[in-house]
């Protein structure tokens, strides 16, 4: 056998998987000689494609939520002849653990989850109160790492990805974006549920702030195919409004994930929800607004060199649930497109000025 690889598997969630790709850099740090492989669903694997660090992606061909023993079995067979000398195990099941285990890698690396004792030989344990989700996982690297606060930028690497000039091109030419006019994005869905959701009515507003501050701003609305109507809502509210010759471009389930990638790379700004698109932004280091309601703003915030996150922290927040148990969403609600522009202004001058400068 030629060389011993490193496996990473993926979380399940797009937003969680760039946070974790720190780890990978500490990795290749400290093994620069070793293969990074990636086992990830198809729907979270472009993430993966655009980091720099990895050899090579392996999609999952399991079902969500079915323990398929057979086939996990099959699949660890695969991954025994490419020789790994470890796996990070990054989801907290026990299906998971199960795979590098059949695999016979040597060195399972994990936390304590569902009575995962023996498929994880290296095991951690997370810490109360519960650390940054970029500290959670980079502390599965050695030395461990469990900086907090202010700290946190300090003491890891950011997330990181890249795309390429030929990708940025190809998606604004699908589009119909015009490369010549700056763009901003607006991802106004949320995977996890509708609390965390921002009003369309909100983001058409802001829209129409941007716009009157450059009307040749090109506002592109993304997300999955679950997003659409969310997205025709602001697109319906912003054509409404003011600007009704506006350029907007309702993308959501029009790109794919890795084009939707692309067109991040080169916007002025994005602005999302706590959400897998606003994670992709940080780690372009594109300047970003992040919107929190019912999620914690200190748990998973955007790490780009220019960054906002905006949460009104009420008293109900952060309750972390999916819809919101009280029925009024005030911590969304309440955050008004006149304060959500307060903070992204001072970001697109300041881009602006050291795109200038």
């Known amino acids: 056998m030629s060389e011993l690889r490193t496996l990473i598997i993926s979380p399940n969630w797009i937003g969680d998987a760039v946070m974790a790709q ?39 061909p399991f079902r969500h939520g079915a323990l398929q023993l057979k086939q996990r079995w099959k699949f660890a067979r695969m991954l025994r002849k490419r020789g790994y000398a470890d796996a990070y195990v990054l989801p907290n099941t026990i299906k998971y653990a199960l795979i590098p285990w059949l695999a ?13 004792h023996g498929l994880i030989n290296v095991m951690h344990h997370d810490e109360l109160p519960p650390r940054p989700m970029v500290a959670f996982y980079a502390a ?5 790492v469990t900086v907090q606060g202010p700290g946190l930028r300090a003491a890891l690497p950011r997330p990181r990805l890249f795309a390429s000039e030929a990708q940025i091109a190809a998606v604004f030419g ?3 974006l015009d490369p010549a006019r700056p763009v901003v994005a607006m991802a106004p869905g949320a995977e996890f549920g509708g609390a965390k959701r921002w009003p369309a009515r909100h983001f058409a507003g802001l829209a129409q702030a941007l716009l009157a501050r450059d009307p040749s701003t090109q506002i592109a609305l993304l997300g999955s195919p679950k997003d659409q109507e969310a997205c025709a809502e602001v697109a319906a509210a912003l054509q409404a409004g003011l600007h009704a010759d506006a350029a907007v471009f309702n993308l959501a389930g029009v790109t794919s994930l890795a084009e939707a990638i692309a067109l991040i790379a080169r916007a002025a700004a994005v602005v999302a929800n706590d959400s897998g698109l606003m994670h992709i932004a940080s780690a372009l280091n594109r300047p970003v607004l ?16 220019l960054a906002a996150s905006v949460s009104l922290r009420l008293d109900c927040a952060p309750c972390k649930q999916r819809e919101c148990p009280l029925g009024h969403q005030d911590c969304m609600v309440k955050l008004t497109p006149d304060l959500a522009w307060r903070h992204l202004q001072p970001l697109l001058d300041a881009s602006s000025n050291s795109a200038h400068g």
């Not at 990978?24 to 993430?47: T, W």
């Not at 016979?104 to 995962?116: A, C, F, P, T, W």
């Not at 992040?290 to 060199?305: E, I, K, Q, V």
């Open 290 to 305: 992040a919107l929190y309601g019912p999620t914690d703003p200190d748990h998973a915030p955007p790490f780009s060199d």
């Open 140 to 144: 599965l690297a050695k030395p461990p």
């Open 174 to 176: 699908r589009a119909g």
């Open 22 to 60: 720190p780890l990978l850099q500490l990795l290749r740090a400290a093994h620069p000689e070793r293969p990074i492989d990636v086992l990830a669903p198809p729907a979270v694997s472009p993430v993966w494609r655009q980091a720099a660090e990895v050899d090579q992606v392996l999609e999952t």
């Open 104 to 116: 016979g890698i040597r060195q399972r690396v994990g936390y304590k989850g569902e009575s995962r």
